[in-house]
């Protein structure tokens, strides 16, 4: 894992930006992962900015999100699907066809996670997956306990994940108690990983992220079997931690 560290949450977010500009100016037609919480949200201003500013163009790419709430609508404000594109699709010039984030509000959910799972495939799989951390360890909604072996599918929201995400909503009580998510295995199949982590809040979770063993009870300890991972991590996130051995 390479660790580039980083002054605060607005270096994060642009030197982000600017490794994601990079990779889709070389290949335009470059296949995305993309998450959604609090912390990608400085990098998407600084990739809509330089949209704006140099035109750098998303016709030709494809995004596919990491996951979304069971029970909410892509017209419900905290649905994953309405973050993304208020936060991010409306602002540049990507196709929406061209845009995918797991359907939260079907009937058939398992069919659903398969439709996702088998369009990630038919894609020719994900090249730039961008990642956050939970601060129990989760990446997309994969929490701990999650097998490795995961594809896209269903989960139970741990009540740490509830709790933390109950900030986007008016109440706890309006926090969904499930997702779809794309599996540990989806996500350890992208070609290339860029994780993003900033402030005080993940400092425990970067800990165990450098120290501890490779676990199924840490789930982002995965990211050690992957051969190209990228994290850049914030002072506040990773200050007094060992980060180069
Ligand atoms: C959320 C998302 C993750 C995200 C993580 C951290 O629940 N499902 O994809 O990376 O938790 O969120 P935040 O960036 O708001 O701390």
Redesign the pocket.
């Known amino acids: 894992m390479n660790i580039i560290e980083v002054k605060d949450y607005a270096e994060m977010s642009q030197k982000a930006a600017e490794y994601i500009i990079e990779k889709v100016c070389k290949s335009p037609t470059l296949n995305m992962g993309l998450?959604?919480?609090?912390?990608?949200i400085g990098t998407y201003e600084n990739l809509i900015a330089d949209f704006k500013k140099n035109s750098t163009s998303y016709r030709d790419v494809t995004t596919f999100n990491?996951?979304e709430y069971v029970g909410l609508s892509g017209d419900n404000e905290n649905s994953?699907r309405y973050f993304m594109d208020d936060h991010f699709f409306n602002h540049i010039d990507i196709k929406k066809d061209n845009t995918n984030v797991p359907c939260g509000d079907g009937n058939d959910l398992e069919e659903e996670c398969s439709r996702y799972e088998q369009l990630i495939a038919k894609h020719g799989g994900i090249d730039l997956q961008v990642?956050?951390?939970?601060?129990n360890g989760?990446?997309?909604?994969n929490e701990p306990g999650t097998s490795f072996n995961t594809k896209t599918h269903v989960i139970d929201?741990a009540p740490s994940?509830i709790k933390?995400?109950a900030r986007f909503f008016n109440r706890v009580e309006d926090v969904p108690t499930k997702?779809i998510?794309m599996g540990i295995a989806t996500i350890m199949k992208s070609k290339e990983i860029l994780l993003?982590v900033?402030?005080a809040?993940?400092k425990e979770a970067m800990s165990k992220l450098l120290t501890e063993n490779v676990s199924e009870s840490f789930p982002a300890s995965v990211l050690k079997n992957h051969p190209c991972v990228t994290i850049i991590a914030d002072k506040a996130a990773v200050s007094g931690l060992k980060i180069h051995s």
């Open positions: 998450a959604t919480g609090g912390t990608p990491l996951d994953y990642l956050g951390i939970g601060s989760h990446i997309g909604f929201l994940t933390a995400n997702a998510t993003l900033s402030g809040s993940k």
